[in-house]
Nanobody, 116 residues
């Protein structure tokens, strides 16, 4: 079992920046991929960014060049730095990990609102 706790959401103006953090606990050694998803009202949950155990990353086209994902394996943390935020980035952001045996785990979500 893996437990995930996100932090860092909030309200930010368009063009602003916000950082999200996610702390993983439990069966840490089983984690392969760490990532962030988001779900806006009345929309499907979508991948924002993911980072693999070897360090390679993958981003949604809509956030490339604006968001940066990173992980600290020593601290069992994954981060998402979000710059140049747009109103369309407003969503609940979920931390997610996938274990080596392809089992997914989710955090409880944190709200990010981009509005003036």
């Amino acid at each position: 079992q893996v437990q995930l706790v996100e932090s860092g959401g909030g309200l930010v103006q368009p063009g602003g920046s916000l950082g999200l953090s996610c702390a993983a606990s439990g069966s840490i050694s089983s984690i392969n991929v760490m990532g962030w998803y988001r779900q806006a009202p009345q929309k499907q949950r979508e991948l924002v960014a993911q980072i693999f155990s070897g360090g390679s990353t993958n981003y949604a086209d809509s956030v490339k060049g604006r968001f940066t994902i990173s992980r600290d394996n020593a601290k069992n943390m994954v981060y998402l730095q979000m710059n140049s935020l747009k109103p369309e980035d407003t969503a609940v952001y979920y931390c997610s990990v996938v274990t080596w045996n392809l089992r997914p785990y989710w955090g409880q979500g944190t709200q990010v609102t981009v509005s003036s």
